[in-house]
């Protein structure tokens, strides 16, 4: 950012740039606004990644508008989570693109090549965790990540999770994707030397609290190397693996 | 009872007990009313042990009273929970009875001998939780139980709960105490095939609510056969191990 | 386990077995990868009871697979539970099974003879409860125990409850099944000398909070002698009872 | 009040009453000015008994000014809750007065004749619950009520409540006071048929929750003729008691 | 019950009853069992009002067949409360009753006469408390009380409630019925001099948590004489309402 | 108010106005009963703006109803708020007004001339938070306000609030909409010098809590000059901004 | 900010300024960092009021040094909030000031006139509400506020409220200070037309939790044209009252 | 793991080492018991770093019995946290450490060189949240990372965020330390382009409900690549953030 208003006063100076050019260069938006939104064009420059579509309370018409107006900035590929079927359905009529319904997920473009140093093993507690564990897997894919499925391994068996240990060793770092007790991030925590990113699902009923009780069981993990998301945020999950899977040395 | 009651009333209908006699026996209290206490002296024979003292928000009059009335009784031995050390002090002016600051535990009379059935495990996540277990462990030794102490297993280095496994194939009955997330419930729960018994414990800061995070992440545990008592209640989940302890066929 | 490993390594040392035969051997799992689901196979050796399949989150086809899957491995019988109306239908296409739809479970096999110590008893407080408590005695039932059902005897018409105190004088274990404010697991606990399982329920409204209210009742019941498990968790009451009332002399 | 102002208007239509002066009587002030506090004086008038001290968050200085300007205008007796010792104390130097430490209430002036229907039963789950109830009684008693104490019946010994069955059908109105799980209310609201005030305390320790426990426990009782004050609300409970003791046909 | 246990005594010693025909005197169940519910038929006796089916969680097959029995042994009115249109079109097939769609009431057999002390005031603070406040007035109407209803007198327009004091005024009892913050208990609190009975409703949104806000508000009134029932618990306010108004001297 | 008296009481003094009457006028109701909804006819003269209609918990008849009603005393112009669309179907048939279906407001009459001291900015964090950001701006037009509307200016971007900083500046009251953690209402707190309305929404998801979060955040804002109104209470925000922008010097 | 730029730039092509000066300019940081805190020194300029000092959490010595750099700055005058009397008195061992303990504020300097719009009254609903009031009060006056304090006026006497009409009818801004319930806010609401702004405070006890129930409450509020600050957040009320009260036309 | 095995296994196949010898080794217990703890002293190798000693819970003299073991096998450094100064009074007049007392940490040895892939960046809400920060910021040097410190930036003047934007532009990892509402950690995460995370604190009052407030809001950031510990847990944040930054390539 420095340097550009650098430049820009260098220009004043040189007499090459008018007063009031500068004061619009300086102010110009870096985001398009289309009434109902502002869409965040140099995020990728900004933040390395581009802007991701937030499905819920938006209307299909309105995602579809973001969407028109990020291909016509040349953005791709383009994530959109909680994404509903019905919605999916309605950008469908105007693009192609890849949909996963379990993850409600939907990505328009090219997945890229994985270039990040390693590989991000995403594991799961249970089989009904697998559609919050997949939406890290496909969000995690999409920014540049080799992903490795780890599913069904929580702790009541905890054969299970050892019989997998090398899986887990040559992780970068691993996504723990859990409800109920949310145990799993605490075993996992303990096993490998890696970041671990845990993910609190609502899975479970009564006193699970649609999630509560994983989430809280996590944010005390007695295992150090552990972060947490929101429940049911394997978006947040996936990306937050990502970053730190595709750190450089400054 | 039932039987108590016929003969009772056989006795009336054979002219060997008056009818005002027979009002009083059924109607005559089991317990003895010392004002600001109705302690239950027939729980031995109705319930297998005798009333427990809790200690909390009694004061120290109304505890040596209660056991004064309870020795005058011949129960024994007579346990007291939540026993300060100050109360406890002013009980030793009257009485000889063994103390144990940190579980905050009396107990006046002999330790009886074990026979329940087999051997009670306490395990522990960590260091901070062994006030809690040694409240059970106390408990249950008093009830008449072997107990086997198994301190500072957490998850966090499942090599040190896995690597003394065999103490609890042992067990008759596994009790499980941890703070903070409390997945030792759930790691325990899948590896033995004994009745758990998890207690959560106040240990840990932030986000562990005082012991609400264990308590919720146990009563989600994805393992069966674990049930779960009150937040730090030793004493609970020591009775309870000495009950299934000292089951018997009917 | 250990006399395991010391078979495999005589027969190392006795050249019976390479290296590598021996190395698998050691890593063998014994759960059979089906992608989506990691099925337990050992559990009946390790715990004396069978996988139990979890139908909530698990798509029909999921179940139908992990069903196939059990029954190759000669598993049964196998329970399923929270298993809704149409995913039964779904596997009803493919194998007979029982299926209770109040309590939502399933049972594929035959129930086995109860060869447990004695009489696990089942007490509600109300009507509501009632599909709750039958989870639990399905789930004992199919675990080989004698199961007693003692509906509609809440605290607020005590008299019912002590007419049928001899039913809970009888019983090995009690699970005491109960919404609203879930009393009957203190009063019963008070009142017999055996092991209490105390499953509140999500029956009622307003300050109940689906259970809640229940939930911590039970938690701070001021009888000994009382564990609890989740809301509206018959099975896992089953479970423990079952459990406690197969204890082994070891 | 209606008459009141008739009577100010037909004043002002003989002419013997000014304008002004009406306006003066119309608007005069019911309530003392003090600064700090406005003391309600004509409340014996309005709700048939004087305004009580809440001592809690008022300094000494404050409450002995409040007593004298109560004591000025005649009111007697005058109730002071949550009065610690200390600050009673300061009120000894000036006033004479009744105090009881465990109540935490003090009392100045007589206390008046019982002239309510009938006798107020106070009974609790337990001896730590003593605190709370001698608050309801003191308070009840301070209001011209009857007041028959029954201390530690709680439910965990039920044979103790049910032994004491008469004072409870006696009783015109009952006040149940208990911690942790509050059961008493629900067993107390099923044998009786007066109306039952509940009061949780906060007795109890771990998921009680400082009375949270209880206080859900006696909303969702299932026992009718049952309502609940705040925890650790022996006033409130005493004070609603002595309204329902004093009914009068209108 | 002491009295007929003398009288069965007595005819024992007398030879005119047998051992066991006393017995089962002794014993003799006050309900009927139909399976999934135990009748309560003493309920009348023993607490002045037959019992009550409470109709969230039955069948409309069960709530048939519980009135059904009730019918046979001549309990009227029946109160069914909590009774959705569907159920109460099931029962209509069979008998003749009064329905309120909005209270969601269902009565069968005759209102009785009014025979209280005075007058009910039921109070709402809003149009939507209505069906709330119904259900508390025809409970209220169907244990035999006068009720005198105030609807949207809420405290954001004072006037509107201050203009109604004289029915407030005339109560015996008052059910202040409110939502949101339930300022509405304070209020009527401090201006009459009979017990009021306080029902927060879940009527708002957001931060009234389904009733939590006004709940805990009318929990802590600073006005004296109010206890509270559970969240839109009209019934159990008519109830206990009803109990103070017919209050006796024993 | 006082004035009134005055002239009342000297029409009586003068003879020209009767006891009886000047009774009547001085309890006259300056509300219209209509059975279900006590109609404030004076809130204009009172408050400054006419009655808002709660539409929730409303039938479609009693909003017409309290429409007619209002419309025969010249009530103009009608705020409907959380007003369905079917229910604004009904009054359709009946009156003229305007509906906005993702605000769920209708307004009957016509939308008076903008009179503030200056403009109220309304500024949500996404897309997601419109509906509640018109529900305010809709609100606040209709009160006699200049709207300008700051949508999708969420933190996660901080760019794009300050690219609209002038708009901030040149605001007399902001209203500050956002879901999730609400950070919203900080950073524009921190930029401004007028008076903040923080509106938290249930956008969001998991441990957002249908708003909880942005609640707790907005009122914990470490930015002063900041005041919270209910979650989604955009009804609420525009009443309270217009109320500000319509000071005056008394 | 954009005039100062523009003047820079211009500077810039009038070659009157360098490019690194102007770079410095630009970048220029209006607060002074003393490690431990970044002082905002601009805020009067950007905001209206000097920033405030939050004395909680910062030691002694971190209070003067921020005072003495604000001093050096001619900061004037300096609020500090959260001032426990132990710290204040370090300060006042360099420096004079005002301090109020019950408030726990202290005022570096002098108390500037009132200049702004009308009067903010400030009512509490008990004598123990008093020091977040007191909070309130200084903080308005310290920003240039006339206050008129009204205490004790809490809705369980609404008589004493109604008494002090007149004085809420000539405010220009209320701020209603109320623990237990806090129905204040509400009543008041309803009858003034001015902004109100609510304070929850922690008086109280139980289901109080602290000022949850009254926060709730005010949130809830009934009343229209209320919004509501942090628990005890005199200081906040004071302030959003004060910028309201200095409102600009623009 | 794998490879040890297999070199024992071949050891035993050569002859060179026994059956029992090799169970032994097998079996060898990678920690010290001690008693009251099991001291994971293969930590270092496993994950990379030694076990810290969490010094709350623990006595003095189990703390200083856990460094004599841990420096006995050559540990060093070690961490002590939560480290009260009374405990550490005890353990220096045994052993030399550093200690700091705002951050209640201990680090016994020396601290080692930077050997991470950048640089830390510590940033802070304001003041009050330093102590967390340093656990932070100490842990992190502790195991080896360079730490920048940017306190007092909180989102209230984000001018001073903004004007240290170029530190958070060189981070690798910022942790984002904050209490109250905690919008520091969206803000940032929107601004940087590394992984972010978020520490909330205990900072703040009311409605805050002790760092309940932060917690959420970090867990609901809108800003992608946001993860959190536990509230207060700086330990955990610098441990987690020199995880990220000694990330290798495998």
Same mark, same amino acid.
């Given at each position: 950012?420095?340097?550009?208003?650098?430049?820009?006063?260098?220009?004043?100076?040189?007499?090459?740039?008018?007063?009031?050019?500068?004061?619009?260069?300086?102010?110009?938006?870096?985001?398009?606004?289309?009434?109902?939104?502002?869409?965040?064009?140099?995020?990728?420059?900004?933040?390395?990644?581009?802007?991701?579509?937030?499905?819920?309370?938006?209307?299909?018409?309105?995602?579809?508008?973001?969407?028109?107006?990020?291909?016509?900035?040349?953005?791709?590929?383009?994530?959109?989570?909680?994404?509903?079927?019905?919605?999916?359905?309605?950008?469908?009529?105007?693009?192609?693109?890849?949909?996963?319904?379990?993850?409600?997920?939907?990505?328009?473009?090219? +997945?890229?090549? @994985?270039?990040?140093? #390693?590989?991000?093993?995403?594991?799961? %507690? =249970?089989?009904? *965790?697998? $559609? &919050?564990?997949?939406?890290?897997?496909?969000?995690?894919?999409?920014?540049?990540?080799?992903?490795?499925?780890?599913?069904?391994?929580?702790?009541?068996?905890?054969?299970?999770?050892?019989?997998?240990?090398?899986?887990?060793?040559?992780?970068?770092?691993? +996504?723990?994707? @859990?409800?109920?007790? #949310?145990?799993?991030?605490?075993?996992? %925590? =303990?096993?490998? *030397?890696? $970041? &671990?990113?845990?993910?609190?699902?609502?899975?479970?009923?009564?006193?699970?609290?649609?999630?509560?009780?994983?989430?809280?069981?996590?944010?005390?993990?007695?295992?150090?190397?552990?972060?947490?998301?929101?429940?049911?945020?394997?978006?947040?999950?996936?990306?937050?693996?990502?970053?730190?899977?595709?750190?450089?040395?400054?």
């Amino acid at each position: 950012m420095n340097n550009e208003i650098r430049h820009i006063l260098e220009a004043v100076e040189a007499g090459s740039m008018s007063v009031d050019d500068a004061l619009i260069k300086i102010k110009d938006e870096p985001f398009e606004d289309i009434g109902y939104a502002k869409v965040d064009l140099h995020r990728k420059i900004r933040q390395g990644s581009p802007e991701v579509i937030y499905g819920e309370g938006k209307t299909a018409e309105q995602i579809v508008g973001i969407v028109d107006m990020m291909l016509e900035h040349g953005q791709s590929p383009i994530l959109i989570t909680r994404f509903s079927k019905d919605k999916a359905d309605k950008l469908a009529e105007k693009h192609d693109f890849t949909y996963s319904a379990s993850a409600r997920i939907g990505i328009v473009g090219e +997945i890229p090549e @994985a270039d990040g140093i #390693g590989t991000i093993v995403i594991a799961t %507690g =249970g089989t009904s *965790d697998i $559609p &919050v564990a997949e939406e890290a897997a496909l969000t995690a894919e999409c920014l540049g990540n080799k992903v490795d499925r780890l599913y069904d391994v929580g702790v009541a068996g905890i054969h299970r999770l050892l019989a997998n240990r090398e899986h887990l060793m040559k992780a970068s770092v691993v +996504i723990a994707v @859990a409800g109920m007790e #949310g145990a799993l991030a605490s075993v996992v %925590g =303990g096993l490998v *030397d890696c $970041p &671990v990113i845990a993910v609190p699902t609502s899975v479970g009923y009564g006193a699970s609290f649609h999630g509560l009780s994983a989430l809280l069981s996590m944010l005390n993990s007695c295992a150090s190397g552990v972060a947490v998301v929101n429940i049911d945020n394997g978006f947040g999950a996936g990306y937050m693996a990502s970053r730190i899977n595709h750190m450089e040395v400054r």
